[in-house]
């Protein structure tokens, strides 16, 4: 297994519920994981509603604080401790990790063109220094993201539901990420077009060396997609192993009992 680009050690994430001051009360959305995303991998996440799945991927992110434990991201030439970050280790962050929203009609601005969509984050983080220069990029993403470039003047909602999310593709893709979490990100969709996008989402892990952080809740999903799999149940994950392992060979009851719910499954290689 190669090295690994997040390594989590008992990571914890709370949300306040309530309580007054002296009685603060809190849920623990993520209890005690560790885990090890290897460098280049889809690593899947899967588990029932309410699970956690959500609220480890934002932690991975920095969109939510970490309460306690230790979580680190080492792509080889950067090196972060994610609970603990200066605005310039943050900075440099948001940059190489990025998040593939499950609902690709509520993520698009629909007052801005495709163009401006992909454009904004490479000039928000300044990574240009001309308009050519970012039009030149986003012509390349989008045609990594197999997006028909013609389609760059239009706006989000002349588009299909596949489409829309090769579109938030390639705007997640724009400022170069290692580091991808994709939460549900197909879940939206037809199924027919739900393939499409997973081998999208496959061909652009290969080509750009890319580690995939992929939550679902259909295990089918992930045994044809990820190369290795977590599950989570109410926010422990209570197994980890390479997919074709864990559908072997599932070991907690809870992984046994999602398996059992699905009739027959192919697995990926
Ligand atoms: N901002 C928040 N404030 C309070 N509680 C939250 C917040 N976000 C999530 N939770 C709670 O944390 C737990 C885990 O939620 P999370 O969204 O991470 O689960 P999930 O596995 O992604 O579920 P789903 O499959 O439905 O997306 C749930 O009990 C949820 O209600
Ligand atoms: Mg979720």
Do not use: W
């Not at 045609?143 to 593709?169: D, T, V, Y």
């Amino acid at each position: 297994m190669s090295e690994p680009l997040i390594k989590t050690q008992d990571l914890r994430v709370e949300f306040p519920i309530g309580g007054g001051v002296f009685n603060r009360r809190v849920m623990t959305a993520v209890d005690g994981v560790s885990l090890e995303i290897p460098k280049g991998s889809f690593f899947g996440v899967v588990g029932e509603s309410g699970s956690g799945k959500t609220t480890l991927g934002r932690a991975l992110l920095n969109a939510v604080p970490i309460a306690s434990g230790s979580a680190h991201y080492d792509d080889g030439e950067l090196q972060l401790d994610l609970a603990n970050m200066s605005p310039k280790e943050l900075k440099a962050y948001r940059r190489r990790a990025q998040l593939i929203f499950q609902d690709p009609y509520a993520a698009l601005s629909p007052r801005m063109t495709v163009r401006d969509i992909i454009a904004e984050p490479i000039e928000i983080m300044k990574l240009t220094k001309s308009r050519a220069e970012t039009d030149d990029r986003v012509r390349e993403i989008a045609a990594k993201c197999r997006l028909n470039l013609e389609h760059l003047r239009r706006f989000p909602h002349a588009f299909s539901g596949g489409q829309r999310q090769r579109i938030s593709i390639a705007r997640a893709l724009a400022c170069g990420p290692q580091f991808v979490v994709a939460d549900e990100a197909v879940a939206a969709l037809d199924v027919s077009i739900q393939a499409d996008i997973l081998n999208l989402l496959k061909s652009l892990q290969r080509d750009l060396g890319l580690t995939f952080m992929f939550i679902s809740h259909d295990l089918s999903v992930v045994a044809h997609t990820c190369d290795h799999v977590a599950v989570m149940y109410r926010g422990k994950i209570v197994e980890s192993a390479p997919t074709r392992e864990l559908f072997a060979n599932p070991r907690h009851a809870y992984t046994q009992k999602l398996l059992s719910a699905i009739p027959s499954l192919e697995i990926a290689d």
